[in-house]
């Protein structure tokens, strides 16, 4: 699969979609340096694109890097400050830095802002587990 579409992503190196597919299944195949890669190619081509933006936030996070997962999780928040899953990632990252309070003050204005969405719900549950 990964080969295949490695192809499909080399003949069109402009399909947007086809690339983050590739880098998605990159990704799940623990190759998190060549999704890294591929999320750029699409960030090169829209610096906007959010849910790529979001993608190597995640990324970032889960191999224990914690200061870039924030300043892309930032990056994110500067496109839109209202995008409550950066939001709450935000306070995720707090929490895995030792910043518990900070986390806490993230999480009660998503809580209080916020209410009625996903992200409340996750968040409230969030508060309820430091």
């Known amino acids: 699969m990964l080969e295949r579409l490695e192809k499909e992503v080399d003949a069109n190196p402009s399909d947007t979609l086809k690339i983050r597919e590739y880098a998605q299944f990159l990704s799940m195949a623990h190759q998190n340096e060549k999704a890294l890669t591929q999320y750029e190619k699409i960030l090169n081509i829209d610096p906007t694109r959010v849910d790529v933006l979001l993608s190597e936030g995640l990324i970032y996070y889960n191999s224990g890097n914690y200061d ?42 998503i809580v209080s802002e916020h209410p009625n969405t996903d992200a409340a719900k996750f968040a409230q549950e969030a508060l309820e587990s430091l």
């Open 68 to 109: 870039k997962a924030e300043e892309v999780t930032l990056k994110i928040l500067e496109i839109n400050k209202n995008q409550l899953d950066a939001k709450f990632n935000l306070g995720t990252i707090a929490v895995a830095k030792g910043d518990a309070e900070r986390a806490r003050e993230i999480w009660t204005e």
